[in-house]
C-alpha cells in the first residue's frame, strides 16, 4: 500500500478518522510512517459514540497505541471527542452517528490546523454504498456513492484508499502485525450495511468474481452523470425561477426529464431531507392543469399553485391543513429564497427589510458561474466563514465579534452556492469561494438594510 498522494498536498498538518477498526489502524500507520520523512504532523481523530460497550477499551487502546508510536519518534498526536446525544425518537442510529461522527471529526480537524482528513474507505466499501443506495431507489446522486475528495467546510475529506481492494488492507496489517479492534455491529442484521456483508455479498462475489469492480466503476460513472446534471439542472431552474416561486411557463418549455430535475432542485433547497419522489410524481401529474392547490410537503410545510407560480410554504404551528385553496400572500414566504445574481444590479428582498447589490468587481469576487442559482437564507447554526486567505474558518460568531460587527448589524442574509457559502451580510465574501471562482467576469455583493 502506498502513502497517501494527499500527504504532498496537505500543508503541515494532516488528520486521520481513526476508529481503532482494520482499515482506519492501516490508513493511520501508512500515513504516520510515510510523514516522518516528509515532515508532516499527523492527528488521529477518535470519536467516542458511547453506542457499544467496548467503547471505552477501544479508547484506551487507541491512546496506547499513539502514545507507543509516538515514543519511536513518529510525528503523531491522538484528538478525542465523547458524543454527548443521542438519536431522536425513530432516528436511524447509522444516520445520526454518521452525522454526528463527520461533525466531530471536522470540529476536531480544524483545532489541530488541519485541513485535510483522510477517510480508511476502500473499493469494497465502494461498491456496497451503491448496492444500498440502488436499494433505496436512489438516482445519479445516491449512485455516485463516496467521492475521492470533497471539500465541505473548510475541509477537505479525501479517501485515498477508495480504489483499493479489502485483500490489499487486510495484507498490509498483516505484514506489518497491526491489531485492529472488531466491532460487533459490523456483524448485527439490524443494520443495512451488515446485513448486506453477511447475508448478499458472499453470494453475489462468488455468482459474479468482477462484482466489487463493476459496482464501483458504476459509482464513477454516477459522479460524472451528477456533475453534468448539476450543471444543466441550475441553468434551467435560474431559467424557471422568479424570486422564491417556479413559473409554470417557463417550467412547461421543458421536457419532461429536464421537469422532474428542475423540481427535484428546487424542492431540495427548501427541505434538508430532500425531495420525496411521491411529491415529485404528483406535482409532474398536477400542477401543469391545477391554477390553485396545495400539496403537503416536508413537515410543517406544503408547496402551493397560485396564479402560475408554485411556491414553498412554512406554515404556523397548528396550521397543517392539506387541502383546500389559497393564495402564497395569506402566508409570509419564509426563507430560503432562490435569486440569479449574475447581472449587476439591486435584489430586494422586503420580508429581510433590504436588497442585495451586485457590482462588477475590480479584483477578486465571485464568478458569475456561482451565481447561477444562489440560495439566500438565515443563519442555522454552524456556519463557518472564513475572512482571508491566510486565515482559518470561524464561527460566524466568533467571525463577527472579530470584524467588529454589532450584535444589531448580524441578521442580514447568508448567499450559499450549493453546499458553498458565498458571502454573509456583514463580512463579506468567503474566501474560500473567492479562491474557487473559475475565471471570467467577476462580481461583488453588498447587503443594503433598509433598502426602499
Known amino acids: 500500500m502506498n502513502a497517501p498522494a494527499a500527504l504532498n498536498h496537505s500543508g503541515r498538518t494532516v488528520a486521520v478518522a481513526f476508529s481503532g477498526g482494520r482499515d482506519s489502524l492501516a490508513l493511520l500507520h501508512a500515513t504516520t510512517r510515510a510523514a516522518v520523512s516528509l515532515g508532516v504532523e499527523v492527528v488521529a481523530l477518535h470519536v467516542h459514540h458511547g453506542l457499544m460497550p467496548d467503547a471505552d477499551a477501544w479508547l484506551q487502546r487507541a491512546r496506547s497505541l499513539c502514545r507507543r508510536w509516538q515514543r519511536a519518534g513518529w510525528p503523531l498526536h491522538l484528538r478525542v471527542r465523547r458524543l454527548t446525544s443521542a438519536p431522536a425518537a425513530g432516528q436511524s442510529v447509522e444516520a445520526w452517528a454518521r452525522a454526528e461522527r463527520y461533525a466531530a471529526l471536522a470540529e476536531m480537524a480544524r483545532d489541530a490546523g488541519a485541513n485535510v482528513v483522510l477517510l480508511a474507505h476502500h473499493r469494497r466499501d465502494q461498491a456496497e454504498t451503491v448496492l444500498l443506495q440502488a436499494l433505496r431507489g436512489a438516482g445519479p446522486r445516491g449512485l455516485a456513492a463516496m467521492p475521492r475528495c470533497v471539500v465541505r467546510d473548510g475541509v477537505t475529506w479525501a479517501r485515498p484508499w477508495l480504489g483499493q481492494p479489502r485483500e490489499a488492507i487486510e495484507a498490509y496489517t498483516q505484514r506489518y502485525r497491526l491489531q485492529p479492534v472488531e466491532d460487533p455491529s459490523n456483524r448485527d442484521p439490524r443494520y443495512a450495511r451488515s446485513r448486506l456483508r453477511q447475508a448478499v455479498w458472499p453470494a453475489l462475489a462468488k455468482a459474479f468474481g468482477d462484482a466489487e469492480q463493476a459496482l464501483a466503476l458504476v459509482a464513477e460513472r454516477a459522479q460524472e452523470a451528477d456533475a453534468a446534471l448539476r450543471e444543466w439542472v441550475a441553468v434551467d431552474l435560474a431559467h424557471c425561477l422568479e424570486v422564491a416561486a417556479l413559473r409554470r411557463d417557463r417550467w412547461l418549455e421543458l421536457s419532461p426529464a429536464r421537469r422532474a430535475l428542475v423540481l427535484r432542485a428546487w424542492l431540495g433547497t427548501h427541505s434538508r431531507s430532500g425531495a420525496s419522489h411521491a411529491l415529485v410524481r404528483r406535482l409532474m401529474d398536477e400542477w401543469p392543469a391545477s391554477s390553485c392547490a396545495r400539496w403537503p410537503a416536508a413537515s410543517g410545510s406544503e408547496v402551493r399553485a397560485w396564479r402560475q407560480r408554485l411556491t414553498w410554504v412554512r406554515l404556523s404551528e397548528g396550521h397543517g391543513e392539506q387541502g383546500g385553496t389559497a ?16 447581472k449587476p444590479g439591486l435584489y430586494s428582498l422586503p420580508s429581510l427589510g433590504g436588497a442585495i447589490e451586485v457590482r462588477t468587481a475590480r479584483t477578486g469576487g465571485l464568478a458569475t458561474a456561482q451565481l447561477v442559482a444562489v440560495r439566500v437564507c438565515g443563519r ?57 471562482a473559475p475565471g471570467g467576469v467577476r462580481r461583488v455583493l453588498r447587503w443594503i438594510a433598509d433598502h426602499h
Open 327 to 342: 393564495s402564497p400572500s395569506e402566508t409570509q414566504l419564509d426563507l430560503p429564497v432562490l435569486l440569479d445574481l449574475r
Open 380 to 436: 442555522v447554526g454552524g456556519e463557518q466563514f472564513q475572512r482571508g486567505a491566510r486565515t482559518v474558518p470561524r464561527s460566524l460568531k466568533k467571525a463577527y465579534q472579530e470584524a467588529g460587527v454589532p450584535a444589531y448589524d448580524r441578521t442580514g442574509p447568508l448567499v450559499w452556492d450549493g453546499d458553498r457559502l458565498l458571502f454573509v451580510s456583514g463580512l463579506g465574501l468567503d474566501a474560500r469561494a473567492v479562491a474557487a
